[in-house]
């Protein structure tokens, strides 16, 4: 089964920074796209920054500029690099990976557990 490990949440004063890691494990697929999602407390969860398997990003609008997602030395591993963080980044950030399946030509989705970030003076 696919696992998704998840890392780098915690709380910050406002100005600062964290930088959130997940991998996932389990599939052997070289189609994939990671991404974090989050989801504050009474709101819809929300697309926060994707990234394909040749490097295409896409990023919500309002950390465009302050959020850095990447990926790591290893395959199907993600960072998101938050700079200038704000009270309203605070939720439940969750990792995400899209996985082709060659057999049924379909994409699957799997969730990481979630990690709290908390941005408060």
């Known amino acids: 089964q696919v696992q998704l490990v998840e890392s780098g949440g915690g709380l910050v004063q406002p100005g600062g920074s964290l930088r959130l890691s997940c991998a996932a494990s389990g599939s052997s697929t070289s189609k994939y796209t990671m991404g974090w999602f989050r989801q504050a407390p009474g709101k819809q969860r929300e697309l926060v920054a994707t990234?394909?398997?040749?490097?295409?990003?896409n990023y919500l609008d309002s950390v465009k500029g302050r959020f850095t997602i990447s990926r790591g030395h290893a395959e199907k591993t993600v960072y998101l690099q938050m700079n200038n963080l704000k009270p309203e980044d605070t939720a439940v950030y969750y990792c995400?990976?899209?996985?082709?399946?060659?057999?049924?030509?379909?994409?699957?989705?799997?969730w990481g557990q979630g990690t709290q970030v908390t941005v408060s003076s």
């Open positions: 995400n990976v899209g996985l082709w399946d060659d057999a049924t030509s379909r994409v699957y989705d799997y």
């Open positions: 990234i394909s398997y040749v490097g295409t990003t």
